[in-house]
């Protein structure tokens, strides 16, 4: 086995374990630092998988932003609202999660049929590949690729979406601000 098999498991393990502890999870509090321990595994993942500017961008966007609004959000609420939340029905299994239940099983069934019928080495694309020389090497710099065409070809996309996300970081400013009782 070699070292980056090695370090791939080791990296499955601790995101699988610690995304299961985060939808397991009482505490709300550990929930977020487990989740915060999951993303940088499946950054860590990509890593492995030569995708390095989505590694990146995993980190900065998600454990950088995503995590810290979610730990203001956590921070921000009332002790009321935490108060009510752990108060919640204590029962794994209820009428009002059958649902859910049937809709994670359904899922689940989808996706063991699809791992188990589909043969990724053989698809006909994947084949075709290396014939056409479309193949990612480790020694390619997609990162640099990425960000010319992002400033050149599609800068006024990025830019779009830029002023969508500062209009949604302005909402929910405005939406946590406690207002003033009468």
């Known amino acids: 086995m070699s070292m980056v098999q090695i370090f791939f498991y080791v990296m499955s393990f601790i995101t699988i374990a610690s995304a299961l502890l985060v939808a397991t999870g009482k505490n709300l509090v550990r929930s977020v630092f487990l989740f915060f321990i999951t993303l940088f595994g499946l950054a860590g993942l990509y890593v492995l998988a030569l995708a390095d500017f989505v590694a990146i961008t995993q980190v900065v966007i998600y454990v950088g932003g995503i995590?810290?609004?979610?730990?203001?959000?956590?921070?921000?609420?009332?002790?009321?609202?935490?108060?009510?939340?752990?108060?919640?029905?204590?029962?794994?299994?209820?009428?009002?999660?059958i649902a859910s239940f049937f809709l994670a099983a359904l899922f689940f069934v989808v996706l063991v049929n699809m791992l188990l019928k589909v043969n990724a080495d053989k698809l006909p694309w994947v084949l075709h590949s290396p014939t056409i020389n479309n193949v990612i090497k480790p020694t390619a710099n997609m990162t640099e690729n990425i960000g010319v065409n992002l400033m050149t070809q599609y800068l006024l996309p990025f830019e779009a979406l830029s002023i969508l996300l500062m209009m949604a970081l302005i909402g929910a400013a405005h939406l946590s601000r406690k207002e003033p009782q009468p």
């Open 67 to 97: 995590l810290v609004l979610i730990l203001f959000a956590f921070m921000l609420s009332g002790k009321e609202t935490l108060g009510a939340l752990q108060q919640q029905q204590k029962q794994f299994i209820s009428a009002n999660k």
